[in-house]
C-alpha cells in the first residue's frame, strides 16, 4: 500500500516563500499522475496543484503564477514551490494522485500557516 509523506510547511510571513515536499512509498509512482491539495479549518479539501507523469502541470485559479509543482521520479517525491505567500493560503497541504483519479491514503499532511 502506498504510503504519503508531505514535508516542509511551517509559519511565514506574507509575500515569504515554502517549499513542500511529498513522498511516496511504492514502485508505481511515476506512472501516476500526481496533485497537491489543501484544506483550511473550516473548509473542504480543494485541489491546488497537479503533474502528470511526463511533467505537464496544471494550477488551480487562486494559485496560478505563484506555485510551481515539480517531481523527481528517481526520488518518489514531489514538490511544490510557494512565492507570494498570502494569509489565505494558510492550509494543512496533503499530496496524493491526480484529482481524476481514485485516491490512494491520505497522509498527515503538512500545516502551512501565513501571517499578515
Known sequence: ??????SGGGLVQAGG???LSCTASGST??????GWYRQAPGKQREFVAGISKGGATNYADSVKG?????RDNAKNTVYLQMNS???EDTAV?????ERFYV????GKGTLVTVSS
Do not use: D, G, H
Open 1 to 6: 500500500q502506498v504510503q504519503l509523506v508531505e
Open 93 to 97: 497541504y496533503y499530496c496524493n494522485r
Open 85 to 87: 505567500l498570502k494569509p
Open 29 to 34: 509512482f511515476s506512472i501516476n499522475a500526481m
Open 17 to 19: 516563500s515554502l517549499r
Open 103 to 106: 485516491s490512494w491514503p491520505w
Open 66 to 70: 505563484r506555485f510551481t509543482m515539480s
